[in-house]
């Protein structure tokens, strides 16, 4: 069978990047440490204006007073969109997510149909992770052939290993992008045994982000999809409580797969097991639970809106793949 595989191709020699920040600000050593990297690969590099901006602007009737909370943030929502869209209208073919946090979707609702047109036009590619998904999630929705790839945030340059930067840099530099990820040696299978193959586009991100998109315009659609799911520092009841929300809500009627990727600092792993196992034992795919993907020291890179398969061999792990001509 061959299978299309849309927006396949990062140009080699378009090695131009912009930084955002779509939620909270950043510091500028952060930036500065992104800008070495990126640029010791032979990348141009675009700073946005708000990266570490600390304190919102006033309000005109200052109804918000002088709140604390309000200084997270990289700018008041429409200052964050507007940098955002400078950075989608601008020359650089790749848009970098600094920082994560909170906030993103208070922007992406911003977006316009002229931003989605000039996405697909000039073919942008977005990278970034945790809060950032939920721009992902409208972006997709309304540009079928957008590409992105899930991958260490810039604040995290500092908190990964080097070859997690490197593999991210190879993604984005190289026409040969799809590849193969073996899940971790230690990785469990959460579905019936006799699912062993799963194809669609992988989409997804950080869990309780996308959870808390269920009813709005964001909300992430499964259906024919491999969805990726990692988390942080939440509870198994917290992650309980989110699964029950996509489940109950039918967000993940017709998912071809489930990756349950890292689940750093949410409590004991065979806590996680159970609560995977009531939620997902019966669906009709593969679901594994251990890929090194997510906020960890090792991170791995994927392809977003790529088609992908997700394999179970009793012989090995299970292997997240890329396919880009027949099969």
Known sequence: MTIEVINQDVESGDQSVCLVCTGYHTDQSHVDKVVTLFEEKGYSVRVSGNLTQKKVKAQADNMFGNSNYLQKFAGTPQERYTELQSAICGPE???YAMRGGY???EVAEMLTSKDFEIIENKNKVFVGSS?????LSRIFSNCPSALAFHAPLGIQSVKVDDTSFE????????KNRFHSITADKDAVIISN???????????GGNLVTISSLVGTDLQY???DKIALFEEISETPRHIDRALKQLIASRTLDGVKGVILASFKGCGDKHDLIYVFKKHFKGLNCPVVFGFSIGHIYHQETVPLNCLSALDINDQMPPVLSFPSCEI
Do not use: E
Not at 131 to 135: E, K, N, Y
């Open 221 to 223: 659609n499964f259906n």
């Open 167 to 174: 593999k991210l840099i190879a993604q984005l530099s190289s």
């Open 131 to 135: 809060d950032f998904v939920s721009l």
């Open 193 to 203: 045994p006799k699912f062993k193959h799963g194809q669609g586009r992988v989409i």
């Open 93 to 95: 073919r790749v848009i």
């Open 103 to 105: 906030g993103t979707c």
